[in-house]
């Protein structure tokens, strides 16, 4: 057995841990008490609701994948249809296990708080919940990319293929991980298309209905669209970015490896003697392995929350899990990175030795966090930005949204900074290399950062199951604290899915331009040619029109729910002598959401192979960095002022406002920003990312085929 196959196996053996510890907190949040009856009901008719969902969905996705699957396996390379079929199956079950674990979580943390009346103990339920989603997310990331590897004899870099098409040749094994990343990216495109209309639809008519028309309390159960809105927090908050996580982590994966393969061709053909295969394995494995630290570093940042006491600030309770998390990833990759790397040749581009690649890790690492203090400054409750926000709402609508829009563009430039600066330092001192690992650093401790960011909807379904059951007002005070600081973990988690998806998507560039360059080739993409200036405005453009395709979808879809729910809410509802129609607002959420993903997911998948078939490799690479540098900040800004908008609901909600509590013109301002906030946050900010991810992963998996065949060659 070789070394490397003996070192993805250890790994292997800590994602097993990893997912029997999932296993062990999914069946101990099964067995804690769901609380009253009408808790029990509720929370089922969520459960049901959001299952029903899914299954409609994915009978979608199913048909796309399948029609996917075929054409890889019988015109790019026999197997790839297979590790295609591999991705999608593992971002799938983590999307519905996720989903699930929170369906089950909510209700729970919800009657914990009821029951203790402690804000650390109930902090600790919906951790709970949160963690089976973000170690599920790098778990099974890991276990289907490492059955790849075992499976079909792991990486060569002189493989060839003739592949399926005539005259096509493909490195094989470069192209089963690029075709499993892309099964990944394809699941996770429609998740978060499909779950951000289906959640904003129901949450806006949701408010727009109880604040706006009938002054009724938020999550108040006489409202039809109440129980969509819950449901929809699981569909997108919890399956929509578990499946959007996976994908960023298996991507830049896959683009470490084949810039591995690229950096070993070249070396080679302008005769660097002294690289040898065991440079090359070097460079293989160290992204699997710096992978398994990060999933260690997360078993014990999040294991030690579940046993330790935690206090009455959840904030603190949820940063350090993911401190310690993070330092024990820089930890234990140091001591990888050493090991691997100390006693093979290493390329000219690793300026600084074996600690090139280790640095490297380490500048993702603090621009994630970093990314994450910088959005909680402009998105919490406890900064100036969203409170001078919450002030201007006294003013009215026009002084809200204009105030913050200026809070969101002004939250771009220090993200994009920090950005720039890991991407600067990781090239100069680890060449392509570097920067594709401080990409996976930024992900390697995903599980941590997604089981805070889990705590989020979590928390804000169980504030909302405590108001629509009547619960004490000592209880509605714990969930809306919860609520409060997950609405910022969600805002944190958004950030850090952003800028992972900026450093994950210039890593996927980085290897697409190596793949079409040649093996003799250094990997240049010439701005000076018409071509790739051509590709780049339109993939800036294609970024607008992909937002205003999703805008559209949402607003549409809320009004037509909000029309019908108000059918519903006769005066017989409103004194609470009947029930409204839950069901029949569900199944419209659902019908809605799934209309209207299919447009703007196949866009996504189409562009590189018709830009490529029509005009070439570096028309479609112009296209990649276009729509990547007007995605990422406009991204950031979506999801910055969104969360700020909603927070600043929230303070006025809390009574931080002097004089201007809830129902209060200041107030009814401020539910127009979050109207607007929340198509924002919750649908373009977050599908952006995917959208540039996509297309890359897609540019990477057809380049063989672009290449050889386009009317311009």
């Known amino acids: 057995m070789s070394f490397l196959t003996t070192s993805w196996l250890i790994v292997l053996g800590v994602v097993v841990l990893a997912l029997a510890y999932v296993a062990y907190n999914y069946f101990r949040i099964k067995k804690m008490p769901e609380g009253t009856a009408e808790m029990i009901e509720l929370s089922g008719i969520i459960r049901s609701g959001a299952q029903t969902f899914l299954k409609t969905e994915f009978k979608s996705i199913t048909a796309v994948v399948a029609v996917v699957a075929v054409v890889f396996t019988l015109f790019v390379e026999k197997t790839s249809g297979i590790t295609f079929l591999m991705g999608a199956l593992m971002s799938s079950i983590v999307c519905v296990l996720g989903m699930q674990s929170a369906t089950y979580a909510n209700v729970r943390t919800s009657n914990k708080a009821r029951e203790s009346l402690s804000i650390g103990e109930t902090v600790k339920v919906a951790l709970c919940g949160g963690s089976i989603s973000g170690l599920a997310v790098q778990g099974f990331g890991m276990l289907g990319f490492i059955a790849v590897l075992l499976c079909f004899g792991g990486v060569q870099h002189d493989a060839s293929s003739t ?394 879809a809320a009004k037509i729910m909000a029309d019908v729910g108000d059918k519903q809410m006769t005066q017989e509802v409103l004194d609470g002598k009947a029930k409204p129609d839950y069901n029949m607002m569900i199944a419209m959420a659902a019908k809605e959401a799934i209309r209207r993903m299919v447009l703007p997911s196949v866009l996504a998948l189409l562009i590189p192979v018709i830009g490529g078939f029509l005009l070439g490799p570096e028309f479609v690479g112009g296209i990649l960095v276009g729509a990547t540098i007007v995605a990422i900040p406009r991204a950031i800004f979506m999801g910055n002022s969104g969360g700020a908008f909603d927070n600043a609901k929230k303070y006025i909600e809390q009574g931080m406002l002097e004089g201007h509590g809830k129902g209060s013109p200041a107030h009814k301002a401020a539910v127009t920003g979050d109207t607007i906030g929340d198509t924002r946050k919750d649908v373009v900010g977050v599908a952006l990312d995917i959208f540039i991810k996509l297309m890359s992963t897609v540019a990477n998996t057809i380049t063989p085929i672009i290449s050889r065949y386009h009317i311009f060659k």
């Open 163 to 556: 592949g399926l098409v005539a005259g096509l040749t493909c490195n094989p094994y470069i192209m089963r991980i690029s075709t499993y990343s892309l099964g990944c990216s394809i699941v996770a495109m429609f998740n978060r298309v499909a779950g951000g209309n289906y959640t904003k639809a129901a949450d806006i008519s949701s408010d727009i209905l109880g604040k706006l028309r009938h002054d009724l309390p938020e999550d108040d159960s006489r409202i039809p669209n109440t129980i969509a809105d819950f449901i929809g927090d699981n569909v997108n908050d919890i399956a929509g970015n578990c499946s959007d996580l996976l994908e960023s982590f298996v991507a830049t994966m896959s683009a470490s490896i084949m810039i591995s393969v690229t950096l070993f061709k070249t070396a080679l053909a302008e005769g660097e003697t002294q690289i040898t295969d065991a440079t090359f394995n070097a460079t293989v494995l160290f992204p699997i392995i710096l992978a398994g630290c990060g999933l260690v570093g997360c078993l014990i940042g999040l294991g030690l929350a579940n046993i330790k006491k935690m206090g009455d600030n959840p904030s603190k309770e949820l940063d350090l899990s993911t401190w310690i998390s993070a330092g024990c990833t820089v930890v234990f990759g140091g001591i990888a990175a050493y090991f691997i790397f100390k006693d093979v040749p290493l390329y000219t581009e690793f300026k600084l030795g074996w600690a090139s690649p280790w640095i490297s890790s380490i500048m993702g690492i603090v621009s994630g966090i970093a990314i994450g203090i910088i959005t909680e400054y402009y998105t919490s409750t406890d900064h100036k930005p969203t409170q001078k926000i919450a002030e201007m709402c006294t003013e009215g609508e026009a002084f809200v949204v204009t105030k913050g829009d200026a809070v969101g563009s002004r939250s771009v430039l220090l993200p994009v900074l920090v950005i720039i600066i890991a991407l600067i330092v990781s090239g100069i001192i680890g060449g392509s290399y570097g920067i594709a690992i401080s990409a996976l650093g930024m992900l390697a401790f995903v599980g941590a950062t997604v089981s805070i960011d889990a705590f989020g909807p979590i928390a804000d379904n169980a504030g909302g199951l405590a108001e629509a059951c009547h619960l004490d007002p000592d209880v509605r005070k714990i969930t809306d604290k919860l609520d409060a600081v997950g609405n910022t973990t969600a805002a944190i988690g958004k950030g850090f899915a952003i800028g992972s998806a900026a450093f994950a998507t210039v890593s996927l560039i980085m290897a697409y331009v190596g793949s079409y360059s040649g093996d003799a080739a250094v990997p240049v993409l010439n701005f000076a040619t018409f071509f790739v200036v051509a590709g780049g405005i339109l993939g800036g453009a294609l970024v607008e029109y992909f937002s205003a395709i999703l805008t559209d979808n949402t607003i549409d």
